[in-house]
């Protein structure tokens, strides 16, 4: 049997007020076992994980690696809004005239992360 991704692990300041961030905009909990002040953090989600780990370092540079986000009961443009309202920063909107496209946004800390269309809005445009 093949590897499964157990966690994606991100760097960061404050893993647990991060944490909350992203369960918030995964409709997700952190774990029972983490609290402020600790070193790291747990998203758990029905797929993959997301562990949060302090850093002494800020970042720096774009992100080698990203999540991209598809929105399962609300629409592309529902769901940026919504996450703007949670505190995500806009940083580069793809979309386009015929529907299609993406936008790229910055978390609390920073990293960023990107809102597709949802699967109902990807069937309209087939």
């Given at each position: 049997m093949a590897s499964l991704v157990r966690h994606m692990t991100i760097d960061c300041a404050d893993a647990y007020?991060?944490?909350?961030?992203?369960?918030?905009?995964?409709?997700?909990?952190?774990s029972d076992d983490d609290n402020p002040g600790d070193p790291e953090a747990l998203v758990q989600t029905a797929g993959a994980?997301?562990?949060?780990?302090?850093v002494p370092e800020g970042k720096?540079?774009?992100?080698?690696a990203h999540l991209d986000l598809q929105p399962?009961?609300?629409t592309r443009d529902e769901e940026v809004e919504r996450l703007l309202a949670l505190?995500?920063?806009?940083?580069?909107?793809h979309?386009?005239?015929d529907g299609k496209g993406w936008v790229t946004?910055?978390?609390?800390?920073?990293?960023?992360?990107?809102?597709?269309?949802?699967?109902?809005?990807?069937?309209?445009?087939?």
């Open positions: 007020r991060l944490a909350q961030f992203w369960a918030e905009v995964l409709d997700a909990k952190v994980g997301l562990l949060f780990i302090q720096a540079v774009k992100n080698r399962q009961d609300r505190g995500a920063t806009l940083q580069g909107d979309r386009t005239p946004l910055l978390d609390i800390e920073g990293n960023e992360f990107c809102v597709e269309r949802s699967e109902a809005e990807r069937a309209a445009t087939a």
